[in-house]
């Protein structure tokens, strides 16, 4: 558990009483409507998450038609797939290639493309993160156990304004016939944030 | 700043680690669907946190403060109400509440506005971030200013936060996606084979 961000003991009672004391005044004036925020709640506990982004990324290795429209406008080509949960503008989605990796951060706060990935980990809207990201993203990947090939360079994406972006991961050797729901497996969060690799085949054993 | 560690991933980790930080995100989801704030308004709140205390607290706790003082700030509820933990009077009446049904369509909202004038650079020109230092709100990072850079892209016209945030008028500017080598920003010693980029407002950029 990351120390940093979680709250402790009779700290963590008084924030439990302070949130409840505003949602109920906010409630009581009319201001809110509870089942509006169980709703929320529920979105990104359950509807919203990585599983989106992955099945974007598996669509995008199986069809180059779809992978094309994707790298020229991020926005579009994932609103066709007919999500639930609708884009917004100016989603920009990156590819990785041999010659270079990409990685995404956000230094001044933690904008994040929440509508294909769900809510950003604490890691990423950490002290950590968002100083080192593009100060050393080598040593960033380290701390994720990712060492790039010699010959890799590496961009990052510091998401400063209103445009996100996602990283399409490399598709790992080994997949080829695999159907769109099998690829979308080895695609995991961090590989679309780019501080991870797409997981390779499991090796039978 | 520097010297804030590694990178630590919780493994498996939850959306909330409590279900009070479920209610923070969505009270300030639902009340930034009222239209009383700006987004560039709500940064600015969690940056004008003190820094120890912006530090040592976790996300939801420093957003639960920005929620709690942009409520009274714009005069939904009074200090005493919030010292007393209930409401003592009726409320306000917002421009807009979020319906339960209203939530499945939530997406982040639309910065692209009309532009009052051409963009002043293509993709391929070299620029240079000004040395901008506002107290005020910016989303020039300070490790991106007075750098040389090329513009890679130009993003469109765009909600400009740096008079958002103070209630000057959303003024849209043109957004490029600028990038530098690492050495410019870092040094000499920085990775030759790395390059970062930023997402910058015309207003921060100069001809180089």
């Known amino acids: ?205 | 700043m520097d010297g804030f560690g590694p990178v630590v991933e919780e493994p498996n980790e939850p959306p909330f680690h409590e279900p009070w930080e479920g209610r923070v995100l969505a009270m300030q989801r639902a009340l930034g669907y009222a239209g009383l704030w700006t987004i560039d308004q709500s940064r600015a709140s969690l940056e004008a946190l003190d820094p120890v205390t912006y530090l040592s607290s976790s996300y939801y706790a420093n957003w639960f403060r920005g929620v709690e003082h942009r409520v009274q700030s714009h005069g939904l509820v009074g200090a005493d109400e919030i010292a007393a933990g209930r409401s003592l009077r009726p409320g306000v009446t917002l421009p807009r509440t979020l319906e339960p049904a209203g939530v499945a369509g939530l997406k982040r909202g639309e910065y692209e506005r009309p532009a009052s004038a051409p963009a002043r650079f293509a993709a391929g020109d070299r620029v240079r971030t000004r040395n901008l230092n506002p107290v005020t709100h910016t989303r020039l990072p300070r490790y991106a200013r007075g750098k040389t850079g090329v513009v890679e892209a130009i993003r469109g016209c765009h909600v400009y936060p740096d008079t958002a945030a103070i209630g000057a008028g959303e003024n849209p500017q043109w957004l490029y996606t600028v990038v530098f080598d690492a050495r410019e920003l870092w040094g000499d010693d920085a990775d030759p084979a790395t390059r970062v980029s930023i997402e910058a407002f015309e207003p921060y950029l100069e001809p180089a």
């Open chain 1, 1 to 205: 558990m990351a120390d940093h961000d979680h709250e402790h003991g009779s700290e963590l009672g008084e924030m439990q009483l302070r949130v409840r004391a505003l949602e109920t005044i906010l409630i009581e004036k009319g201001y809110v409507d509870p089942a509006a925020l169980d709703a929320i709640v529920e979105t990104f506990e359950t509807k919203i998450g990585p599983r989106n982004g992955a099945r974007v990324v598996a669509r995008a290795w199986s069809d180059p038609d779809f992978k094309m429209r994707l790298l020229a406008g991020g926005t579009a080509a994932v609103n066709s797939l007919g999500f639930q949960s609708p884009v917004g503008s100016h989603l920009i989605v990156v590819e990785n290639t041999p010659r270079e990796h990409n990685m995404v951060v956000c230094t001044l706060c933690s904008c994040y493309p929440w509508e294909v990935l769900g809510l950003p980990p604490v890691w990423y809207k950490s002290a950590p993160y968002r100083s080192r990201a593009v100060r050393d993203p080598r040593g960033v990947l380290a701390d994720f156990g990712v060492t790039l090939p010699a010959d890799t360079d590496v961009r990052v994406w510091d998401s400063t304004a209103e445009t996100r972006f996602l990283v399409l991961p490399m598709r790992p050797a080994g997949t080829e016939g695999w159907s769109e729901e099998r690829l979308a497996e080895l695609v995991t969060r961090d590989s679309m944030i780019g501080t991870g690799l797409a997981l390779t085949p499991a090796v039978p054993s």
